[in-house]
Nanobody
Framework: QVQLVESGGGLVQPGGSLRLSCAASGSNFRGYTMGWHRQLPGKQRDFVAQVTPSGSTNYADSVKGRFTISRDNAKNTVYLQMNSLKPEDTAVYYC?????????WGQGTQVTVSS
């Protein structure tokens, strides 16, 4: 059973930075594509960024140049470095692991950007 635990959310002022972490249980972490999504109440969950086993990354247009996804296979952890945060980045952020075509999700961590 895959378990994902996110951390690092919080309240930050516009223009500030946060780093989210997602620790995954189990083996073969390096073989999975990992991603981050975000969701507002009553809205769909939107793609933010992902990193493949080979290290290739892609981002939503809204976060390109501001967010960076990375992974540490030795720690079974994926990160999302978020810089130049805007109020519209406020959301619950979810970590995603894709294995054999199935997606697994963490419990989410709240990010609030406000002055």
């Amino acid at each position: 059973q895959v378990q994902l635990v996110e951390s690092g959310g919080g309240l930050v002022q516009p223009g500030g930075s946060l780093r989210l972490s997602c620790a995954a249980s189990g083996s073969n972490f390096r073989g999975y594509t990992m991603g981050w999504h975000r969701q507002l109440p009553g809205k769909q969950r939107d793609f933010v960024a992902q990193v493949t086993p080979s290290g290739s990354t892609n981002y939503a247009d809204s976060v390109k140049g501001r967010f960076t996804i990375s992974r540490d296979n030795a720690k079974n952890t994926v990160y999302l470095q978020m810089n130049s945060l805007k109020p519209e980045d406020t959301a619950v952020y979810y970590c995603r692991l894709t294995r054999n075509g199935s997606n697994y999700w963490g419990q989410g961590t709240q990010v609030t950007v406000s002055s």
